[in-house]
């Protein structure tokens, strides 16, 4: 069964910074693109970012990849070991409150299996 359990959510400041996990098991998690995306009250699912996996990494490869809207505040990393993804989040705006999910596979698009989420909420 693939389990993806996310955590890290929170209440913060605009401006302020929050670091996401999502624990992956049920597949081998070093062989498959994983990526980040949210849901904001109302709105559909957006995909935020993109990381390769292990076993398509090399030359011209340019993961990740990120979407316009968090390009230069959010960072995507993966912990093959620890079967972990991450999503650190910076200068963050009221416009980024959502759940955030981490789901299995790649592409630029929200499909995919994914987790319960964690939410998070940027207000003063």
């Known amino acids: 069964e693939i389990k993806l359990v996310e955590s890290g959510g929170a209440l913060v400041q605009p401006g302020g910074s929050l670091n996401l996990s999502c624990v992956a098991s049920?597949?081998?998690?070093?062989?498959?693109?994983m990526k980040w995306v949210r849901q904001a009250p109302g709105q559909d699912l957006e995909w935020l970012s993109t990381i390769n996996s292990a076993q398509n990494s090399g030359i011209g490869n340019r993961s990740p990849y990120y979407a316009d809207s968090v390009k230069g505040r959010f960072t995507v990393s993966r912990d093959n070991d620890k079967r972990t993804l991450y999503l650190y989040m910076s200068n963050l705006k009221t416009e980024d409150t959502a759940i955030y999910y981490c789901v299995k596979g790649g592409g630029f698009d929200a499909s995919g299996s994914r987790g319960q989420g964690t939410q998070v909420t940027v207000s003063s």
């Open positions: 049920g597949f081998p998690f070093y062989y498959y693109a």
